[in-house]
C-alpha cells in the first residue's frame, strides 16, 4: 500500500503477481473442494426413520422433533431423543464425556447426538434436532481429535519461524539506514520494498495449500474423499499400513461354503436353526447377512426374546427365541465341543476360511452389560464355514507396498490361522507366523518386537488394534490404518493417518482422514505415489524460494545497509524473481516427479542446498553491482541492470540444478528455463520493456561486471553444492 501511495505503481507489480498466484490457487481450491463435495454425498451420513409405519433412509438434516430413527451398530445418533426400544445397545460417548468405556442404554433412557453405536439396535424418538440439540457439533466432535499435523507442515512452520528470526534484524538494520540517509519518500519506500519482501517466500505456503488442492482433486476423481487435505501427503510418509481383511485384501462379501453338523445333529437341522438365527437377529453384520443369503432353510422370523448383541471383543453372540436359545460364535469358545469339530474348524482356518460354531444352551442368556458371561452349557450343533475371495488386484497392491518399503500388517478378529493365511496368499512378507491377539505381550518392548516380524494377528480385539498402532508409533513408525468397522475406530484413532471404506460404518467413516468411496484398496497405491510426489516438489519449490530469501538478506547486508540503497528495484526484483522463481516454482509443484521423497530432515535438506546456492549467488550479486557501480563507474541504472542480470543467470541454474535428472522432465525444464531467460532478455531489448523495468541496454563494461559476477555466483554455487554432494 506504500509502494503505491508514495511510491511507483511499477514498484508493487509484486502486488498484482500476489494477488494472481492467490487468484488461481483459490480456483483451484475451489473447483477440487466441488468435486469433494460431489463425493462427500456419496458418503454422508443417513438416518432410518419410522414414518407411517415404513421405514424410510433420509438425509440427517432432514430428521424432525418426532421421529423414530433405528440405530444399528456403527451408526451415529443424529440427534438427542429418549430410547422407545433397545436391545443390547452399547454406546460411545467418548466424543461427549471422555469417557472410553461403552455406555449401555436401555429403554427410557435419553441419548445424545455426537454418540455412536457400538453394539445393538435400538429405536428412539427424537426431542431436539438441528441447533436445538448437540447434533450441530456432530462433526466438531466426532473429528476434534482427527487434526494432526503431516510432517510436511510442521517443517514447514520451522522454516518459516527460521525466516523471520533471519529477516527481522536485517528489516530493522535496513529501515534505520534508509531513514537516515534517504530524504525522498518514495526512494525510502523503494528501498524498504526491495529489501524486506524478498527476505520473506511470500508464495511458498500458497503453493503449498495449491499442491494439496490439486492433488484432493485428482484423488477425487478416483473416488477417494480427502477429509483433511494434508492426507494424501501424509500418506507419503507412512511406513506401516494396518488393514483388516474383510473388504480390503478380500472382496467385501461372504458366502457359505459348508455346514458341518456335530455328532447328534443332522445337517438339515443345523440349517434350520442357522437360518432361523439369521433371519431373526434384530442386526445383522457381515456373517448373517451371507447365512441369510444362503437360504440354508425355508424359516420364518421369529420374536426375540432376548439377545446379547455380537461385539468383536468376546466374539460371540446369542439369541432367545422363546422355545430356543442359540449361540453363534467362535470355534474356541465352546469348550465342549467334540475333538473332531475341533480338528475341522482349525484345518478349514488355516486354509483362509472363516469359521462359526453354533449351539444351543438350556440357560437363560446372561444379564446384559458390558462383558456378558458366555453360558457354560451350550451343546455345539455344528460349524458354519464361509469363504471368502482375495480381490483381484489385492496381490498387486501388497507387492507395490513391498517395493516402496511399506510394512503390511493385517489385523482381524478372525482365526489366526484364517488370517494368516490370506496374509500368506496376497503375498505380505513376514518372518513368523500370526499371532494371536489375546496371547498378545503386554510389555511394550516386547509388543513392538513381536508385531514388527509377524505379518498378521488374529482374534484381535478393538482395543488389541489400538495396542499394535501404538507399539509400531513407540517403534518411531509412521502408520496409517484402514478399517470399515465400528471395531476398527479406536485403531483409526490412534493411527497418524486413518483410512476409512466408503461402505463401512458411519462411526469409522466419520473419524477417517481419507474414505475410499468405491472401496478400492487399489487406489491406496496411487494415492502413495500422490503424496510423495507433493513432498519431492515442495522440496524442490522450498530450496528455491529459500535460496532467494538467502541471496536477498546477502544484497541487503552487503549492500542495502551500508549504502541505503538496495542494488535491485522492486520492480526489477519482481521480473527476475517471476522467471526464475515465480513461474518455474508453480511448474515444479505441479510437474511429475521422481526421487527421494522422504520428509526426514526436510529442513536440514533444504538448508544444504539453499545456503551455499543463496550464499554464492548473493555474492555474485555484490560483486557484479560494486564492480559495474565503483569499479566501471556506471550509473545506478546500469549498474542494476548488472545485479538483475546475475539474479536472472543464477536463478535459471538454480531451476536447472534443482531437476538433476536426465530425461525429459530435464528437458522440459530447460525449455522453460530458456524461455524464462528469452523473455528477459526481450525486456533488456525491447524500448518499452526496458523504460518500464528501468532496465538498460548493456554496455560492454556492464556485460564484464556481469559475466564476472555471474560467473563467481555461478561457479561458487556448483563448486560448493558439489562438494557438499547435494
Not at 326 to 333: D, F, I, K, S, Y
Request: hydrophobic share 50%.
Amino acid at each position: 500500500m506504500l509502494t503505491l501511495v508514495l511510491g511507483s505503481w511499477k514498484d508493487a507489480l509484486f502486488i498484482g503477481i500476489l494477488v494472481a498466484n492467490i487468484a488461481i490457487g483459490s480456483f483451484q481450491e475451489i473447483r477440487s473442494k466441488r468435486a469433494l463435495d460431489r463425493l462427500a454425498a456419496l458418503v454422508a451420513p443417513e438416518a432410518v426413520v419410522v414414518r407411517d409405519g415404513v421405514d424410510r433412509s433420509v438425509p440427517v438434516d432432514r430428521v424432525v422433533v418426532g421421529d423414530l430413527v433405528r440405530v444399528a451398530a456403527g451408526d451415529q445418533i443424529v440427534a438427542d431423543g429418549t430410547l422407545v426400544g433397545a436391545d443390547g445397545l452399547a454406546l460411545d460417548e467418548a466424543n461427549l464425556t471422555g469417557e472410553s468405556e461403552p455406555a449401555v442404554r436401555r429403554p427410557g433412557e435419553p441419548v445424545w447426538s455426537g454418540s455412536f453405536a457400538l453394539e445393538g439396535a435400538a429405536l428412539f424418538e427424537a426431542t431436539a434436532v438441528g441447533p436445538d440439540s448437540r447434533a450441530a457439533k456432530l462433526a466438531a466432535t466426532a473429528r476434534a481429535f482427527r487434526h494432526p499435523r503431516s510432517p510436511l507442515e510442521r517443517a514447514n512452520d520451522r522454516l518459516l519461524l527460521w525466516l523471520v528470526a533471519l529477516a527481522a534484524p536485517l528489516a530493522i538494520g535496513l529501515t534505520i539506514s534508509v531513514l537516515l540517509r534517504v530524504h525522498t519518500n518514495e526512494g525510502r519506500v523503494q528501498a524498504l520494498t526491495a529489501g524486506i519482501v524478498n527476505l520473506v517466500p511470500e508464495g511458498l505456503i500458497l503453493l503449498i495449500s495449491l499442491t494439496a488442492a490439486v492433488s484432493a482433486f485428482k484423488m477425487a476423481q478416483r473416488g477417494v474423499l480427502a477429509q483433511q487435505l494434508n492426507a494424501v501427503e501424509s500418506l507419503a510418509s507412512v511406513d506401516v499400513l494396518c488393514t483388516d481383511k474383510t473388504g480390503t485384501l478380500t472382496e467385501p462379501t461372504l458366502r457359505v461354503v459348508e455346514l458341518v453338523p456335530a455328532a447328534g445333529t443332522d445337517e438339515m437341522s443345523l440349517a434350520r436353526a442357522l437360518a432361523g438365527y439369521a433371519a431373526s437377529a434384530p442386526s445383522r453384520n457381515l456373517t448373517l447377512k451371507a447365512i441369510a443369503a444362503a437360504e440354508l432353510a425355508q424359516v420364518e422370523r421369529r420374536t426375540v426374546v432376548d439377545q446379547v448383541p455380537f461385539s468383536s471383543r468376546r466374539r460371540w453372540s446369542a439369541l432367545d427365541l422363546g422355545d430356543e436359545r442359540l449361540v453363534l460364535g467362535a470355534p474356541e469358545r465352546f469348550a465342549a465341543v467334540d475333538p473332531a469339530l475341533e480338528a475341522r474348524a482349525r484345518e478349514e482356518a488355516s486354509e483362509g476360511r472363516r469359521v462359526l460354531t453354533l449351539g444351543r444352551t438350556e440357560s437363560p442368556l446372561p444379564e446384559r452389560g458390558p462383558e456378558p458371561a458366555f453360558p457354560e452349557d451350550v451343546q455345539a450343533l455344528g460349524l458354519v464355514v464361509l469363504s471368502e475371495q482375495l480381490r483381484s488386484n489385492a496381490i498387486e497392491t501388497v507387492a507395490f507396498f513391498a517395493a516402496e518399503n511399506v510394512d503390511l500388517r493385517v489385523l482381524s478378529g478372525d482365526a489366526p490361522a484364517t488370517v494368516g493365511a490370506i496374509a500368506k496368499d496376497a503375498g505380505i512378507p513376514g518372518s513368523a507366523p500370526a499371532l494371536d491377539g489375546e496371547a498378545l505381550p503386554s510389555d511394550p518392548a516386547a509388543l513392538r518386537e513381536a508385531v514388527l516380524s509377524a505379518p498378521a494377528v488374529g482374534r484381535i480385539s478393538p482395543e488389541g488394534k489400538r495396542a499394535v498402532i501404538g507399539a509400531f508409533a513407540a517403534a518411531g513408525r509412521y502408520v496409517a490404518m484402514v478399517g470399515d468397522g465400528v471395531n476398527d475406530v479406536p485403531a483409526l484413532k490412534e493411527a497418524r493417518l486413518a483410512i476409512a471404506q466408503g461402505s463401512g460404518a458411519q462411526m469409522a467413516r466419520s473419524v477417517a482422514d481419507l474414505v475410499l468411496v468405491h472401496d478400492d484398496f487399489a487406489a491406496v497405491p496411487r494415492m502413495v505415489g500422490e503424496g510423495r510426489q507433493i513432498l519431492r516438489n515442495i522440496q524442490r519449490v522450498a530450496r528455491l524460494f529459500v535460496t532467494k530469501s538467502v541471496f536477498a538478506a546477502v544484497a541487503s547486508l552487503a549492500v542495502a545497509i551500508p549504502t541505503a540503497t538496495y542494488p535491485l528495484l522492486p520492480r526489477q526484483f519482481t521480473i527476475a524473481s517471476s522467471v526464475t522463481i515465480g513461474i518455474p516454482a508453480f511448474v515444479l509443484a505441479l510437474a511429475p516427479s521422481s526421487g527421494p521423497w522422504r520428509p526426514e530432515g526436510f529442513l536440514r535438506s533444504v538448508v544444504r542446498f539453499a545456503l551455499p546456492a543463496g550464499l554464492t549467488t548473493g555474492t555474485g550479486i555484490v560483486v557484479g553491482y560494486y564492480l559495474a557501480r565503483y569499479g566501471f563507474d556506471l550509473s545506478l541504472r546500469d549498474s542494476r541492470t548488472v545485479a538483475t542480470g546475475i539474479v536472472v543467470a543464477c536463478g535459471l541454474t538454480v531451476v536447472m540444478r534443482l531437476e538433476d535428472e536426465r530425461g525429459r522432465r530435464r528437458l522440459a525444464v530447460g525449455t522453460l528455463c530458456a524461455l524464462m531467460a528469452a523473455f528477459f532478455i526481450l525486456a533488456l531489448f525491447v524500448p518499452f520493456l526496458r523504460h518500464f523495468f528501468e532496465l538498460t541496454t548493456p554496455s560492454g563494461e556492464a556485460v564484464v561486471a556481469w559475466a564476472t559476477g555471474a560467473a563467481l555466483g555461478l561457479g561458487g554455487m556448483l563448486g560448493v553444492l558439489r562438494l557438499l554432494r547435494v
